[in-house]
Nanobody, 117 residues
Framework: QVQLVESGGGLVQAGGSLRLSCAAS????????MGWFRQAPGKEREFVSG???????RYGDSVKGRFTISRDNAKHTVYLQMNSLKPEDTAVYSC???????????WGKGTLVTVSS
């Protein structure tokens, strides 16, 4: 089991930036694929970004070129740098962990990001 706690959400104006953090405890982080997902009101959960144990990264089409994922295994933390934010980025952002992208079974409670126009 891995416990995940997100932080860094908040209210920001369109065009602004935020950095989300996901702190992990309970198991060694480096083994896991880590991902960020988001869910806006009335919409399905959407994959935002992921990073594997080798540092390979994936991004959803809607955030490519604007968001950057990184991980610090020594600090057991994964980050999501979000730039050029848009109102449509407003959502609850959740961190997830798993042994692969098809087995993301450990989840945090999420942090709310609100982007005002």
């Amino acid at each position: 089991q891995v416990q995940l706690v997100e932080s860094g959400g908040g209210l920001v104006q369109a065009g602004g930036s935020l950095r989300l953090s996901c702190a992990a405890s309970g198991r060694t982080l480096w083994r896991y694929v880590m991902g960020w997902f988001r869910q806006a009101p009335g919409k399905e959960r959407e994959f935002v970004s992921g990073i594997n144990s080798s540092g390979g990264k994936r991004y959803g089409d809607s955030v490519k070129g604007r968001f950057t994922i990184s991980r610090d295994n020594a600090k057991h933390t994964v980050y999501l740098q979000m730039n050029s934010l848009k109102p449509e980025d407003t959502a609850v952002y959740s961190c997830a962990a798993g042994y692969n992208y098809d087995a993301m079974d450990q989840w945090g409670k999420g942090t709310l990001v609100t982007v005002s126009s």
